[in-house]
């Protein structure tokens, strides 16, 4: 079938996107799902940081590359063998689980193999592609199609969300009763599942302990959220006075900046880093108690580095812990995370600091880069 989705040219486009134009908006030709895998209309989609890290070449993958890892739909077309009816809502998330391998073994704790290895190749679990379209006219890159040929696109983290409709495998998909609304849903497969996870599957903060949260993007805002929940006393951490002061209306009892934090020597038995940055992970450690555990979820650039006391890790008997989609289990965790929505003790829609089309995705991802937004949604 034909569609139209948000296709990445390039990595490492200088910003401003809106002047760079990395991404361009375009029609592609989808196959249809083959054994164990779903069409899915796409209803909403969030712009989050992993996107960003790709456009910015912090994260290389190859491309060209349909866009789009966190989002929500219906499913259209089950291929053979797929569980899933026509007519489901599904959350779809960004790390395929085989539930095979010796990773998918470990309840979350470690991503899986097959998954991570199809996300990396831009491809879907099964090994192929059910993206193409016709080559851009101009000069070819090397070793791409030449004008007019029919070029392959690259999925990213097995899902390509960015487009009117997707084929993806059920290991990408959670379903969701109708109730679920799409904006919730699709804030569900990648910052609710990191930042909540963060807290709930790798911090596992004791009752009555203090979190704190480094860094109050989309992933950091929902650690926050998840903790306010779950009844912990919150203290967030960021740069910007207005995510501080959202954090405040979302529960925080405290929300400061990093040298304030420092100055008044906060301290959290557990702290999530979020910023996906060296000084933030810094602050974090800075501001976890002893005998207290630092998770950190930001995806930095590869050849960042950051410092810290190693006596203070074993003095204070401290944990560092890093947590790759908050060690999710998402088939497990996002029923969970349904429930306290349900119960009104999980204000997901707080999050949404814009709604978007594809068109304005270049701008989207200056405001995502400037630290201003927290979820950009792409409705449909």
Sequence with gaps: MRITGAVLERCGAPAPYVESRPVTVGTLELGPPEAGE???RIEAAGL???DLSVVDGNR?????MLLGHEAAGIVEVAGPGARLA?????VMTFLPRCGQCAECATDGRLPCSVGSAANGAGTLVGGGRRLSRAAPSGAAPSGAAPSGEVQDVHHHLGVSAFASHAVVSETSVVPVD??????????????VLTGGGAVVN??????GDRVAVVGLGGVGMAALLVAVALGHEVIGVDAVPAKLELARELGAATAVGPQE???????????VEAAGSARAFETAYGITAPGGTTVTVGL???DARASISPLSLTAEARTVVGSYLGSAVPSRDIPRYVELWRAGRLPLDRLVSDRITLDDLPAALDRLASGAALRQLVTF
């Design 202 to 207: 790798a911090g596992r903060p004791a009752p």
């Design 261 to 271: 934090a420092a100055e008044q020597g906060l301290r959290a038995p557990v702290v």
């Design 86 to 90: 026509v007519g489901q809502r599904v």
């Design 38 to 40: 779903v069409l899915v």
């Design 300 to 302: 930095p650039h590869p």
């Design 178 to 191: 109708d109730d679920v609304p799409p904006d919730i849903a699709a804030l569900l497969g990648c910052a």
């Design 48 to 50: 989050c940081h992993s």
């Design 60 to 64: 290389v993958r190859p491309v060209p």
